[in-house]
């Protein structure tokens, strides 16, 4: 699973408690009582719907920062949350159930039910079932927790990826980059071409009840030290909570723990292509299940607001150019925990500098306090 998913560290930082000393990467630049000093706004969802739009990001753009510029394509993006507040959840463990679903929205209502295969597997979570169906070399697994697909023929190309990879190229998988080409392994496409490839699959995936998975960005990658000749064309998904994504973690493959600080793992969600035509792998962790709702979020800072916030509290930091400001969830996993089974969700405007995957750059705002987490990738 290395080579079909990179992994995501969250810092203990994140949580709203005190933390070990914290390396140069993570640094928490704003304490509760300059947050207070924030005007909040009543009513979240109508406020967060309200302000995100065009005139909020141009309002954004239009605004002086010393060290905070804008990208021409910046956006603000609320999503449509599903009553904004704090809630526990835990990971799903029930995809198996949906197997059957999944392996026709992949291969068609007529593929041979009685060739799927049904294994076991060590994990640390203990054994846990993989149900497999494989078509002229193309292999769908669906275990309890995840699901994943190789083509065995273009995986003999060794088109993975890793931490040292190089970017040659990222785009957004909105409006404004649809027409953008890419160069893949064998020919180019467009962003919006790309986009649409597993499009139909990932809606089937969200009516089953499966989850809610959608683009986030689509990267091109290259590493000549590795002796790959051919570029790695990499799509990540963001899975979805109650109407928001929930927030992508930096990069750090092939990383397990830190002893400095209590890092949790969580799994991304990445699709690579071989050509315009063919994908070659995918893979998807299950998404989050509420349990229960702690606290509403009645009030929240608004988009400019947390702009604001981040360029006061990062002032240090110059020169920094915004590409996007996203509401988001950000699970927090409980100090002690084994995994990131069970989390709690905080709103945060997540406001990004770099989106380069294994390599990303942000600025995290708690919507509710203001408070601000930055990261900064080394080099």
């Known amino acids: 699973m290395k080579q079909r998913n990179a992994i995501f560290l969250l810092c203990a930082a994140l949580m709203l408690t005190a933390c070990a000393e914290t390396p140069d990467s993570v640094k928490i630049r704003a304490e509760s009582s300059q947050a207070e000093s924030l005007t909040s706004v009543s009513s979240a969802l109508e406020s967060a719907a309200d302000s995100v739009s065009e005139d909020a990001a141009e309002t954004i753009k239009n605004t002086k920062y010393d060290n905070i510029k804008f990208a021409d394509t910046f956006t603000v993006n609320a999503g449509e949350a599903d009553d904004l507040g704090i809630y526990e959840a835990e990971r799903r463990t029930d995809l198996t159930a949906y197997a059957d679903g999944i392996f026709e929205a992949f291969f068609g209502a007529d593929y041979d039910k009685a060739k799927t295969v049904s294994k076991e597997f060590d994990t640390p979570n203990g054994k846990e079932p993989d149900l497999s169906f494989e078509q002229g070399g193309t292999e769908l697994h669906v275990g309890s927790r995840y699901l994943y697909f190789t083509n065995r023929n273009e995986a003999q190309k060794g088109l993975t990826f890793?931490?040292?990879?190089?970017?040659?190229?990222?785009?957004?998988?909105?409006?404004?980059f649809k027409d953008e080409r890419i160069t893949l392994a064998e020919g180019e496409a467009s962003v919006g071409e790309l986009a649409g490839k597993l499009e139909g699959f990932i809606e089937k995936l969200r009516t089953a009840g499966v989850g809610d998975f959608r683009l986030f960005t689509v990267a091109s990658l290259t590493n000549e030290n590795s002796g790959r000749t051919l570029p790695t064309t990499l799509l990540t998904y963001r899975k979805y909570f109650k109407g928001l994504p929930i927030?992508?973690?930096?990069?750090?493959?092939?990383?397990?723990?830190?002893?400095?600080?209590?890092?949790?793992?969580?799994?991304?969600?990445?699709?690579?292509?071989?050509?315009?035509?063919?994908?070659?792998?995918?893979?998807?962790?299950?998404?989050?299940?509420?349990?229960?709702?702690?606290a509403s979020a009645d009030n929240i800072i608004t988009p400019e607001q947390a702009v604001e916030t981040a360029s006061r509290e990062l002032a240090q930091y110059l020169d920094l150019t915004a590409l996007r400001l996203d509401l988001v969830y950000v699970p927090i996993v409980q100090e002690g925990a084994k995994d990131n089974s069970k989390v709690t969700f905080y709103p945060y405007w997540q406001l990004a500098f770099g989106l380069q995957p294994l390599a990303e750059h942000y600025a995290l705002i708690n919507a509710v306090d203001g408070r601000v987490i930055y990261n900064k990738p080394k080099g």
């Open 162 to 176: 890793s931490n040292d990879d190089k970017l040659a190229v990222l785009f957004e998988s909105g409006d404004a």
């Open 247 to 294: 927030f992508n973690f930096a990069y750090t493959a092939g990383i397990d723990k830190t002893d400095a600080l209590d890092y949790m793992l969580i799994e991304s969600d990445a699709v690579s292509f071989a050509s315009p035509d063919s994908i070659f792998s995918f893979g998807f962790s299950s998404s989050y299940s509420e349990t229960k709702q702690i």
